[in-house]
């Protein structure tokens, strides 16, 4: 897991919100923060990571995170199951 990695939550009352790594704590943590998703502290088994990895400026804050989010994903095809 790396700063920039876009991810899906998947426990807990945010699971199923995206969000962005914004600093890597250990092996076990991360600090996450997104639209919806408060910037915490957050396990890396309750992440699913996506392909997507945005570059943040250093020291970019959480308003400045999220809208290079949302830009991300609004260029981003969407993902259908495909049948």
Known sequence: MEVGRVCVKVAGREAGRKCVV????????????GKGVR???CNV?????????????PGAGDEEVVRLLEEAL?????QG???
Do not use: A, F
């Open 81 to 83: 199951t495909g049948t």
């Open 22 to 33: 914004v600093e890597v704590r250990d092996d076990t943590y991360v600090v996450v923060v």
């Open 39 to 41: 910037r915490r502290r």
């Open 45 to 57: 088994k309750h992440l699913q990571p996506l392909s997507l990895k945005l570059d943040l400026p």
């Open 74 to 78: 609004s260029r981003q095809p969407e």
